[in-house]
């Protein structure tokens, strides 16, 4: 990463650290910024940090992200090799979906995080996230694992790990898509990328 990128991440990190566009700027414990490889060719959204990730200050690290990290790992897609972020810096009270209001607030971090990444292929893990960045009624239980490409870069909706959780019945659902996402990078010549980082 050039001095340049470096220091727009920087500048970045400290904007969003300070930002109190919304009310949840007064309440968290820690700006939950994001994660990870930031040149990564793959880049996964959630919604919002639970308590873990606003008591650490790292996106999905509770058990919804260890779970995550179980399907990253059988899937070659290792957590330190891709870049994973919330559309919602700040802890929701009581982990309520993000209103959109906070989320109009806040997506202008992500917008940036994008900018400077710039990666190939973009996971929505879960319904809110793919609202927000592929289309406004989209349906998750019918629409996981299908490819949406917008300015070039190839989206795809995933279950939110939490969801697996609750209905363990989803979990294969999970391990195909991410299968899929696996296969597409291949496709798009980008698996090296990780594959030779992660060596």
Known sequence: MNDQ????WTTLEERCRDCRACALGATRTNNVFGTGDRESPLMFVGEAPG???DAQGIPFVGRAGQLLDKYLLVTDLPRD???IANILKCRPPHNR???ESEQDACIVH???????????VLVCLGRIAAMRLIKPDFRITREHGQWFCK???WMMAVYHPSALLRDPTKREDMLRDLQEVRR???ELGCAPMIEEASE
């Open 5 to 8: 990128k470096s220091a727009e």
């Open 51 to 53: 308590a873990d990730e």
């Open 81 to 83: 090799k891709v870049y």
């Open 97 to 99: 979906d993000p209103e």
């Open 110 to 120: 992500l917008r940036e995080q994008f900018r400077l990444i710039r990666p190939r």
């Open 151 to 153: 300015n070039g870069v």
């Open 184 to 186: 597409k990078l291949e």
